[in-house]
């Protein structure tokens, strides 16, 4: 039986494997295992052990906590933050944007920020 938790830690491997740009081959090649097996993960039909999901955070350049931002805590509550960023996560254009903002150099990428904040301080 799948297991909520594989299935959250699955979608934030896939959801930043794919921000950055990263194939599930070239993902899997970075840490030593077939692209079938991070598929797997991706979908959660299987688990990952906490040294290969630390090798996955190592390959792609975050904390292993990432993987367990935004689940429910035991109660059920949610917060306006985790309801925005589940929103954000699986727009398919809010992640395009973001993939193409970390893209930009980051002396540009800080002008194109301000702009942004005083083009949302007009709307």
Not at 113 to 120: K, P
């Amino acid at each position: 039986m799948v297991h909520v938790v594989d299935v959250h830690v699955g979608k934030r491997i896939r959801q930043r494997r794919w921000l950055v740009g990263m194939t599930q081959q070239k993902l899997a090649e970075c840490v030593g295992i077939k692209f079938q097996q991070i598929q797997k993960y991706e979908t959660g039909a299987n688990r990952v052990s906490a040294s290969r999901l630390w090798d996955i955070a190592d390959a792609l350049e975050v904390d292993v906590a990432f993987f367990f931002d935004g689940l429910k805590a035991e109660d059920g509550a949610e917060t306006a933050s985790d309801v925005i960023s589940a929103d954000m996560m699986g727009d398919k254009e809010a992640m395009d944007l973001v993939r193409s903002y970390y893209a930009i150099p980051e002396n540009q990428r800080r002008r194109l920020f301000e702009l942004a904040r005083v083009l949302s301080d007009v709307a």
